[in-house]
């Protein structure tokens, strides 16, 4: 069973692993073939996915192989829940043993002991107890059906509803866009962090009314930019290319898009400890990564997988020569303010 | 005889109780124990006291949420009572047979998911949807914009909750007795006063029961209003859901689900004062 009984707080909350692994518990007693059933539950991996593009390649590239290497199968569970890692730390019932993390949420989730420590799969690789597996960037992209003259260069033409008058989106999470606030407002991004928090808030009082969308989801973000529900949107770059590939008429620079890094965390304490950490040296290993990356258009953090990445899918790539060199970068650890604190401004701020 | 028939319960009496014995121990486990824990929660976490509440109940930002999901609760409802009321009306008008044929189309509504549902307000309103369309087709230059806004939200929600207000008020009109409408023109009350001082006292119960009801599952509404609403109309429970999901604010999001329930609860006491709860059952 999975219930850990260390744990302060036993929480009935009903679950379909636990429902599951309770009928083969029961199952088991009332057979004499106990011993398989407890071997085939460690057979078995819970991934929190993204979906989409994400899962598609994820399954091809670094779920099938692995099952075939270790015949350990990966079941996934969505969505992606930041909130469900730390709830299961709390009550001890686990619904999936490993998930991605993001720059900004991977240093909470690690201060708030969510993750279990796990080793450096290769050189470099390790941060706040996450394995970084790969980049991707937050972009400016809009409609080239906005009857402009121009076309936007930077974040500054963004915020310029003179010059490029219509709806804007950006995503509702201040860690991603305070930054690029304060790019609008002039600052150089070697200057970035610590972030001037205030100045970040007073340049976004500026396009407060011209956001009319505040998207919450990938896919939200592609389906606005799609349907030409805004015109500039600050877009993931992997979302942005399936609104292009859908035939939009849209169109995206590099220049001055940020960068994020995805890492591979283990659940604290899961009791598929093993599996999980077998997964993610798996999935950070220069081949299968390779393979994920390239079919996701990600940039690979293991710099051992660039001798794998086919030059085809280097356009795509924010880490490619070429794209890397226009974008920026973001520095959690002297990010300026306790981003929880301010992502509770942020809220005050959009409801105002 | 008289004795024990005081002091222990007569044994038929019994049986019916027994027969809820599993749904009170269904809505013990899985409803008043995880109540209790978020009750737990919000004065526990992350320091013990009353801190979650004391932010609730003062904070600007909490007070304007609350206040909207009040507000948009008592808009929709309204809406719903104007449009379910006439139509339940004509329902109650009609042939039964064209009655169960308008009762089929309301209740379709109800076989299709939730989500679909409101993705399809997003396609119909749209930029490129049909009804701006039709606003530039009419010669209005520059339509204004229909998604993401109060009017978007509200409009959703009033077409997922209608029928919860039209079945209500249909049942009460139904078993109105024609005979009392007769007797009441016999006495001379015709259309304005006939309908102001017979008819619509005569349906007010069906009018309370489905206002509280569509009152009650708006203010829970989450989906809809995040997906269609204006970022500066943010209901309850969308943020709540954001307190946890995104700042692993356990304890303030139990809070705030704590004063909406509390609030709802005195809503729902004042409303058995006036009518009565039992009345939602039949």
Redesign the interface.
Known sequence: MTINNKKKTSLIRPNRRLFLQGTAALAGASALAAPSIGRAQSKELYINSWGGPWLEAATENLFTPFTEATGIEIRTVSPVSFAKLAAQVRTGVYEFDVTTLGGGDIVAANNAGLLEPIEESYPGGLFQNGVGSHAFATMMAWRTDAGWDETPQSWADFWDVERFPGGRSLQRYPARVLPLALLADGVAPEDLYPLDIDRAFAKLDEIKEHVRVWWTGGAQSTQILRDGEVDMIGIWHGRYFEAEDAGAPVDFTWNQAELDNAYWVVAKETPNMEAAKMFVEFATSAEPLAGFVSQANYGALNPAADAFVPDAAKPRMPTAPGNVEQTFGQDMLNWGGDPQEVAMRFDEWLAS | MGFKLSTLPDRQNIWPWLLLAPLAIYLA??FL??LV?VGIMSVTEPPPGLANYERVLT???YR??FLNTFGTALLVTVCCLLVGYPLAYLMSTVSKRAAMAILLLITMSFWTSFLVRTYAW?VLL???GPVIWLMQTLGIQDPP?L??TRFSSTLAMVHILAPYMIMNIYTVMQKIDPSLIRSAESMGAYGRSLFRHVYLPLTAPGIANGSVLVFVICLGFYVTP??LGS??E?MAAG?IG?Q?????A?GLGSAMAIVLLVVTLIILGLYHRRFGLDKLYG
């Not at chain 2, 946890?244 to 692993?248: M, P, S, T, V």
């Open positions: 486990l899985f124990v995880p824990e904070g600007s930002l304007k949420v997003m749209g930029n490129n914009p998604l993401f995040v997906l970022p500066r943010q943020l954001n946890i999901e995104q700042f692993l356990f």
